[in-house]
T-cell receptor
Framework: DAGVIQSPRHEVTEMGQEVTLRCKPI?????LFWYRQTMMRGLELLIY????????DSGMPEDRFSAKMPNASFSTLKIQPSEPRDSAVYFC??????????FGPGTRLTVL | AQRVTQPEKLLSVFKGAPVELKCNYS??????LFWYVQYSRQRLQLLLR??SRESIKGFTADLNKGETSFHLKKPFAQEEDSAMYYC????????????FGKGTRLSVIA
């Protein structure tokens, strides 16, 4: 298994553009988590899904952020429109119930 | 409220010296505590969890409920231990997200 897969690994975009980050969890894992990492705030949970259903999205900073999980093997995090303060590393993680969370390599987003 | 505090942003030690990365937590129930490590240009990975009570790469961490601490220790630091270390907690029940501290960067000097 390749582990959690995220794409793209790096994204540079201009303010106002739409950004879509993608995640493929480990096969068989039924929970998926999106985190954001910044120097100032560290690692923060944005949203998580259990069995493809969003459970808690209270960490999503604004309506500009949205996340979907159409099936067990794919999730997207979308920012529309993007702003410079959205620049961060975005991590996806997956797990089986009650077990260790496995992290993807992250997507480094830069909004100019 | 759940909170994890790592008071040191950066910790520098000499090779062979003991290391202690501090972690304190605030949680109203019975939490699970973890240490994650992120080596340069690698993904975040689990180092150890308190319920397994094992030593990984020479690191140990003991949960002290009285002091609400879960400090990470290693008696003799190695250069390859240089990395970012995150303490995290989650509820003991169910599949809930991790709450992370802000991390401590450990630098082991040769």
């Amino acid at each position: 298994d390749a582990g959690v897969i995220q794409s793209p690994r790096h994204e540079v975009t201009e303010m106002g553009q739409e950004v879509t980050l993608r995640c493929k969890p480990i096969s068989g894992h039924n929970s998926l988590f999106w985190y954001r990492q910044t120097m100032m705030r560290g690692l923060e949970l944005l949203i998580y899904f259990n069995n493809n259903v969003p459970i808690d999205d209270s960490g999503m900073p604004e309506d500009r952020f949205s996340a979907k999980m159409p099936n067990a093997s794919f999730s997207t995090l979308k920012i529309q429109p993007s702003e410079p303060r959205d620049s961060a590393v975005y991590f996806c993680a997956s797990s089986e119930v009650g077990n260790e969370q496995f992290f993807g390599p992250g997507t480094r987003l830069t909004v100019l | 409220a759940q909170r994890v505090t790592q008071p040191e942003k950066l910790l520098s030690v000499f090779k062979g010296a003991p290391v202690e990365l501090k972690c304190n937590y605030s949680y109203s129930g019975s939490p699970e505590l973890f240490w994650y490590v992120q080596y340069s240009r690698q993904r975040l990975q689990l180092l150890l969890r308190h319920i397994s009570r094992e030593s990984i790469k020479g690191f140990t961490a003991d949960l002290n409920k009285g002091e609400t601490s879960f400090h990470l220790k290693k008696p003799f630091a190695q250069e390859e231990d240089s990395a970012m270390y995150y303490c995290a907690l989650r509820s003991h029940s169910g599949n809930t997200p991790l709450v992370f501290g802000k991390g401590t960067r450990l630098s082991v000097i040769a």
